[in-house]
């Protein structure tokens, strides 16, 4: 599993992927391809494509909150889904991408209809900080960051 991230080449995989998710995210507009390069040049997140065995399998979508401090997210795509990516891909991503450029927390937003994702956030060892009628916010700190490979 390698993550690398978005390119303009990744565009239109990314908006059929981001669409077939959309009523699992906060925001579930469907966008098209015109959408997406109008968008790119301006986005205030970052992403990450995750790729296993040569094929694009989801992304991540990282927001800084504060120094040292992200707002995460990531998508698989149907196909992938059920096959325990997300559970791997986190804590690579944590260890390979986010510590060595010096963040200390995480912090994620998950529907409360998103039982899949609570369950996985929950297992990576995020805990609820917050909620409202439709979500939980979530964090995990700094200390637990370092054990962020943990219960797999």
């Known amino acids: 599993m390698i993550f690398r991230p978005l390119g303009y080449d990744d565009l239109l995989w990314f908006v059929e ?3 077939s998710v959309r009523d699992m995210l906060h925001n579930p507009t469907e966008f098209s391809i015109d959408d997406a390069i ?3 040049p301006t986005a205030t997140s970052k992403y990450w494509i995750i790729v296993l065995e040569g094929a694009s399998v989801g992304y991540f ?4 909150t504060s120094p040292q401090k992200v707002l995460i997210g990531a998508d698989i795509s149907p196909i992938f889904q059920g096959k325990r990516i997300a559970t791997i891909a986190y804590p690579r991503f944590v260890e390979e991408i986010l510590i060595p450029s ?3 927390e995480l912090e994620l ?5 998103n039982v899949k994702a ?3 956030y929950r297992k990576l060892g995020f805990v609820v900080d917050d909620e409202t009628d439709t979500d939980f916010h979530m964090r995990v ?3 637990n960051l370092k054990t962020f490979r943990f219960h797999q």
């Open 17 to 19: 992927t981001r669409n």
């Open 38 to 40: 109008e968008w790119f």
């Open 61 to 64: 979508r990282i927001t800084e």
């Open 102 to 104: 010096g963040i200390k």
């Open 109 to 113: 937003r998950v529907l409360k209809r």
């Open 118 to 120: 609570l369950g996985l």
């Open 141 to 143: 700190f700094a200390d």
